[in-house]
């Protein structure tokens, strides 16, 4: 008799697991892995002066600029006459070589390839007088593989003061050495006659280099009748240049104007690096918070009755160190003296706040981005003149 065997229901199950296990693992090994490997390269921000030249050194450089730049003269033999006159020749000379005129950069061996870094460029006046002009030009070439803009000129006093900031070319800048330093004559206080004349022509703000191409800044000096004998008179010329994406609102800006963006972490002004504020961006009027943290005051400087270059802001807040007092004090932080003149114990001259001391200062030009939005000015919210007062950066 044949006997049927019972498989164990345990012993059945667990073949069906493995069954299904393996089953499983080998869905598993059906796949495919698609990778992107991913490299960026950035590029370079970088500029250098070409050879620089001027319209005295003796040598004619550019036949279309300093083609009066030889010849021979009643002083000085094979040597080109003084100029008389700025700007590109022909124009009138003088019949002597008197002074000359010089201008270079540092050598690749002194001066290797800075970026990112400074970019040096020299001109020197030589046993220079009254009347005597000297046009100076200084190409700059887009070294770098980035596009870059014209943001800035600043000319400083040889030591790091900012005589003239946000230069503007075509406009012709005085300045007057004052204890062995230039000022700018900026109005009837603490300057006084004029003793050089600065122009700086050809390069435009917000003038676009593209890479391998380069532009021409042309920079005009003539020494005025009142400067001293046997003086040495320095300057610098800072131009400022960035990648062309990079247009801060205070260039771009046709009525309003930036005065102070990085609040006192400098005596600076802090543009356009430290700028916030871009056009269309709305504007908030000067007013008392209740724990006193704005409390900005102008001090105007030059007895204008409004705001010019050279006048200095500082705040009286408590929350800062300072003290209301009507007064600028060691402990009462500044926001803005480009000339170094804000004098401990000057009494404010305008209260942006209240109004009060403003005289014929119109405080309400006076605005400031709220990047926070709480209503109140705070350090380093950037502070504009809203000249057409339509509460819109513009």
Known sequence: MLRKRIRP?????LVLMITLGTIGIGFGLWSKELTIIGTVKTGNVNARFLAPFTDDDNKVDDPLLDSGDTGTCRVGENTSCDPAASGADP???????????VASRPSADDDPDPSPGIQLGFVELRNAYPSYYCTAWFPISNNGTIPVKVMRIDITDGQGRVIVPNAIPSRIYELDLIDGLPTQCTGPVGCGDPDLELHITDIRLLEQIDPGESTLMNLDMH???PAPQNAEFKFDV???????????????ATHDVCIETDGFTTIGDGIPWAAEVMLGDPLT??????????????????????????????????????SRDGDHDANDPTLLDLNGDLAIGQSVDCDLDTGSFCGTIDYTLFRF???DGDGYWNNGEDIVLDMNKNGIFD
């Open 9 to 13: 229901v345990g012993a059945l199950f």
């Open 91 to 101: 124009k009138p000379r003088y019949n002597k070589d008197v002074a000359v005129c």
């Open 223 to 225: 020494v005025l009748q």
């Open 238 to 252: 800072h131009v400022v240049l960035a990648q062309w994406n990079e247009v801060y609102g205070c260039q771009g």
């Open 285 to 322: 009027r000067f007013a008392r918070s209740p724990d006193n943290r704005s409390a900005v005051d102008m001090f105007d400087q030059d007895g204008s009755g409004s705001w010019t270059i050279g006048d200095d802001l500082h705040t009286e807040a408590p929350v800062y160190g300072g």
């Open 369 to 371: 981005f709220d990047s």
